[in-house]
């Protein structure tokens, strides 16, 4: 167990073996999502909603328009938000010891607004990175009113903790023999062709993110 | 925007013409998954973690260890399930305009515990299924003592509403001649290579679900 739980709330007690605390291993997990769930209570009720997301040193950045009603919940109080890579299936020979390879993340906090717009404009262009390394110097930036019009908002990495298996096949003694395949099957994001926009078929291909495979 | 949200909570304000509410769309998006995140309060923090999934009729089901605290707090309470696809990227000719195809799910409501040995062992059998196709009758099925330690869990699929983006790039007139590539390029998780465990290099390959290319 690398690290120490930062708070009570995010010690992981069911399989402790497979809990991380330290920054590394969580910063590289927020790094290979493009897209996180963000949990909150919002009169009376617990809402979770996917949004992209990207980090930038210690805090995961997401944006959203300027009537978001989920932004203004999320300044109002307190959230979880959630990364989940699922990496792989664990096909025992038992259906008991079936299982699933994956990296998570859990992050609790509030969000904050950056509002400085030379701020936003760094963080937007970050984001373009994010999922196109190489691509923010080549779009049009963002114009004053578009960077006005969206909100930009952080949590700190702080409290957080991380979980990951990687392990193979864990059977019974007894189901060794039996005859069945049993293995992991890796899984991951890939990407497809690219299907250019009208004129753009002979342009140079964008870059793909770090966790994508071409 | 096909069938009515069937709460107010699950109305989507933000781009209503994204929204879905009949059953055969959110039954499409939720057969896709291979895991879920479910958002909970417990003991005054929102929580979001990642588990598997699979439904049978008209219930999202999970499944956890006897003494799992997560299915505790869920039988205790009302929570929010979300699935997400990431479909692809949409990268425009202008940082603003960027944006990601995607279909998500938002559940609400109540989990209940299934407890009959039989139905759970139908579940667990459907669950084995879902993950790879033709397996549950080749593995060796749960004993009893395995199927007693552990809870299956299904929330019904009535509160619940669907987002969809399909588009292309929707980029400012102004901004078409520019000389950077733009379109979509798709995503989707993949299976790499399988991996067999000790004795199984010769076997016939397993089923991969659906929601998998190969």
């Known amino acids: 167990m690398p690290g120490q739980p930062p708070s009570p709330r995010t010690e992981i007690r069911r399989k402790p073996q497979r809990a991380h605390y330290d920054r590394a291993t969580i910063e590289a997990i927020v790094d290979a999502a493009l897209i996180c769930q963000v949990a909150f209570s919002h009169e009376g009720s617990v809402h979770c909603l996917p949004t992209a997301c990207w980090r930038s040193g210690d805090h995961l950045y997401i944006h959203g328009a300027a009537n978001s009603r989920m932004a203004a919940a999320l300044l109002a109080g307190e959230c979880c938000v959630c990364i989940a890579h699922l990496d792989g299936l664990v096909l025992a020979r038992s259906a008991f010891h079936h299982s699933m390879n994956f990296r998570s993340v859990a992050i609790y906090g509030r969000f ?103």
């Open 112 to 214: 904050e607004e950056v509002t400085d717009p030379a701020v936003k404009a760094a963080e937007f262009a970050a984001f373009v990175e994010h999922v196109s390394p190489g691509r923010a110097a080549r779009v049009r930036p963002p114009s004053a009113a578009e960077t006005a019009g969206t909100r930009l908002l952080r949590l700190p990495l702080r409290e957080a903790a991380a979980k990951i298996r990687t392990d193979g096949v864990i059977d019974a003694e007894d189901d060794l023999a039996l005859p069945v395949w049993a293995g992991v099957v890796p899984l991951g994001l890939r990407a497809g062709c690219p299907e250019p926009d009208a004129g753009c078929a002979g342009m140079e291909q964008p870059g793909l993110p770090a966790c994508v495979a071409g």
